[in-house]
Nanobody, 121 residues
Framework: VQLQASGGGLVQTGASLRLSCAPSDSYSVGWFRQAPGKERDFVAAIRWDSRGMYYADSVKGRFTISRDNAKNTVYLQMNSLKPEDTAVYYC???????????????????WGQGTLVTVSS
């Protein structure tokens, strides 16, 4: 599976962006981000059946993950962006069932190439 993440860009503080990740198929999908000089961190994830969504505390209330099965795509709607949201965002896909948490990188087998989000102050 070759995942394609898209939708990044340069925006100002308070703006919104929507990232896309395809193909999502019937996988659980997670978004992670890596800021310059930092480790990659969990952002959000969605179950394969959309019956569960998970968020990092830092993005709760601002980011929303969703999936459109007809378009075979998972979205990450990012609102009220802050400079600290600046990072390369990666989407990843993993199996329906796993012993690993949706928040763990170990759950995911397939990774996209990343899309850069830059939030200026």
């Amino acid at each position: 599976v070759q995942l394609q993440a898209s939708g990044g860009g340069l925006v100002q503080t308070g703006a919104s962006l929507r990232l896309s990740c395809a193909p999502s198929d019937s996988y659980s999908v997670g978004w992670f981000r890596q800021a310059p000089g930092k480790e990659r961190d969990f952002v959000a994830a969605i179950r394969w059946d959309s019956r569960g969504m998970y968020y990092a505390d830092s993005v709760k209330g601002r980011f929303t993950i969703s999936r459109d099965n007809a378009k075979n795509t998972v979205y990450l709607q990012m609102n009220s962006l802050k400079p600290e949201d600046t990072a390369v965002y990666y989407c990843a896909a993993g199996p329906k069932n796993s012993g690993h948490s949706h928040k763990s990188e170990n759950r995911y087998y397939y990774w996209g190439q990343g899309t850069l989000v830059t939030v200026s102050s």
